[in-house]
């Protein structure tokens, strides 16, 4: 063979590998685009988001004793603290998914001053898993204006009564709105104090994932209003992939724009028509009701898959989880509700918008904390009968039983109750 020939083979076979590169990372790179598109995890990146640490810990069924072991106040006007809890026998905690929440179980004292009583409440986790300690934030509830209606049981009891030292019993972690893993970029929205869910979720990402593209738009009244804002400007200053917009529906006379907030009026679908890359995002959006109801609503108009969109409201939530249960339901008034232990019957009424509400209305006392399916205290077996949720509860019934707060009558029932 010739010089010219071996040259001439040589080239070749380099032309060929080249190729054979260029074909396998092109294939690769089609491959990582569709999973983003289909917002599934990306090759190793999954395997990160599964294991978030080494060291597994178990969680805990009941109540488990928690000291509080330091507050801060979170906003100018201070009515947000964070409450930081370590558990008494100081082991490693259980990690949780961001966005997840705690389930209370408090000692209130009664506003006659005759001893205290038993309420159960959820409050989000707003930072990222540790596993030491768990924090939360509240904001304190004051009554509502011109109502008569007393201010929020819980959220003032934290404010006025839980100290450093104070004991608190904590149910593990739990809840059904959280950030799904994978690399899909991410829009997180926030109302007021919703902003606590999706804080955890933030912190998360520059934990675990700084690569990740995160949108974190902020809305409240003014700069009295913003919790967090330093630390939510700084990690944007840090991380060229997290942008923050804070958003003041009635800035205050010494709010500047460009400084204290970056957009003047509210999160509506339109601020993400200007501000948003046209890319396959996650929403992910906590506040209060009117919020949800306008904004999930107008993502869908504005051709968002319902599978991108994940949201979590305040108290008794309005906007349904999913659609009801497709199924065959007896019409209200053929329907009879049992109650086993009281002995009491009665025929359903649709102007009852929960079992819960029902079983009140004839006199029957039951437990209940979040009234919204998150806390469980309201569990009830049934004995008889099937029952159709209005909305996904974020806590898990135990087969047999159910969540009277948020489900209805499918068929005649019969309740422990």
């Known amino acids: 063979m010739t010089s010219l020939g071996l040259l001439i083979w040589i ?26 598109k289909q917002g599934q995890p990306d090759g190793d990146e999954a395997m990160t988001t599964a294991s978030p640490r080494t060291e597994e810990v178990a969680g805990w069924s009941g109540f488990r004793p928690f000291k509080v072991a330091r507050r801060d106040i979170e906003d100018p006007a201070g009515q947000i603290c964070s ?76 404010h006025d009564h839980v100290q450093v030292g104070t004991t608190l019993q904590i149910r593990a972690p739990s809840g059904h709105f959280y950030l799904e893993p994978g690399s899909a970029p991410v829009v997180l929205i926030a109302g007021g104090i919703g902003v606590t869910p999706v804080l955890s979720m933030r912190n998360w990402c520059q934990g675990r994932q700084p690569e990740r593209e995160v949108w974190f738009f902020y809305g409240v009244r003014n700069s009295r209003e913003a919790a967090f804002a330093a630390h939510l400007k700084a990690v944007a200053a840090a991380n060229p992939r997290v942008h923050i ?75 349904m989880r999913q659609k009801p249960e497709a199924a065959v339901t007896a019409p209200a008034g053929d329907i009879t509700v049992s109650f086993a232990k009281t002995g ?9 918008a929960s079992l819960l509400e029902f079983a009140e209305s004839q006199g029957i006392a039951i437990d209940s904390g979040c009234r919204a399916g998150g806390c469980g205290t309201c569990q009830t077996t049934i004995r008889s009968g099937e029952v159709a ?15 009277l707060c948020v489900c209805t009558p499918r068929t005649d029932v019969t309740l422990e109750a």
């Open 389 to 403: 949720y209005r909305q996904t509860p974020d806590h898990d019934p135990e087969p047999g039983t159910c969540l």
């Open 11 to 36: 080239g070749v076979g380099i032309v060929l590998q080249v190729g054979l590169f260029l074909g396998i990372s092109f294939w690769q790179h089609w491959q990582s685009y569709s999973r983003l």
């Open 83 to 158: 409450f930081f809890l370590e558990p008494e026998e100081r082991q490693l905690l259980p990690s949780f998914k961001p966005g997840q929440f705690l389930t209370f179980r408090l000692e209130v004292p009664r506003a006659d001053g005759s001893g205290s009583e038993q309420i159960t409440r959820c409050y989000s986790l707003s930072d990222a898993p540790q596993s030491d300690h768990y924090r939360v934030s509240i904001k304190r509830v004051p009554p509502p204006p011109q109502s008569g209606h007393p201010p929020g049981r819980s959220s003032n009891f934290f």
């Open 245 to 319: 917009r804070l958003c003041f529906s009635d800035p205050l006379p010494e709010d500047q724009p460009g400084k204290d907030f970056d957009h003047r009026g509210r999160v509506d679908v339109n601020l993400f028509r200007m501000e948003l890359p046209l890319k396959p995002f996650h929403y992910y959006i906590c506040g209060p009701t009117p919020m949800m109801e306008s904004l999930v609503a107008a993502l869908k108009d504005w051709g968002v898959p319902d599978t991108h969109i994940h949201f979590e409201a305040f108290g008794p939530a309005s906007i």
């Open 344 to 352: 009491k019957q009665a025929r359903w009424s649709p102007q009852s």
